[in-house]
């Protein structure tokens, strides 16, 4: 029992994190059909409780919130917690298999780039911002 509520404890850490950071969670499919087909620009920061999401991709999307150039929306999905949702967000993420944590950057629903778990374990956060800006850059207006 001790060690569910470490692991819910630890997930709603994680939530609130990216909530704080300004970001929208999607726990639903539905959630994620109503913005992933809206128009227009949006990150999806596809979440878990592993290391490097707490120590290199949660920090890299907070701080991609001040950067000049943008989406239009901020939204993440839970790796192993939302399953149904993920599953629905990964399936537009065509060409690419799923990860965690991850970053996909879909513009009028199409996905036009993603920074996989390979490009993010093992990195420094700043790396990873690097790689936001420049897909920022390419496909935000």
């Not at 150039?69 to 917690?81: E, L």
């Not at 993420?93 to 993603?114: C, D, H, R, V």
């Amino acid at each position: 029992m001790e060690f569910n509520f470490f692991i819910n404890d630890v997930v709603q850490t994680a939530r609130d994190e990216m909530e704080k950071a300004g970001y929208e969670g999607l726990e639903t499919p539905e959630d994620v059909d109503q913005v992933l087909k809206e128009d227009g620009t949006t990150l999806v920061m596809v979440n878990s409780v592993c290391g490097c999401a707490g120590g290199i991709a949660r920090p890299a999307a907070a701080y991609m919130k001040n950067y000049d150039t943008k989406p239009d929306r901020f939204v993440t999905v839970f790796a192993g917690q939302d399953k149904e949702a993920v599953e629905q967000a990964r399936s537009y993420f065509t060409g690419y298999p799923p990860s965690s944590p991850s970053f996909a950057l879909l513009k009028n629903g199409e996905i036009q780039t993603m920074i996989e778990r390979h490009e993010i374990e093992g990195h420094e956060p700043i790396e990873v911002v690097q790689k936001l800006e420049q897909a920022f850059d390419a496909h935000c207006s």
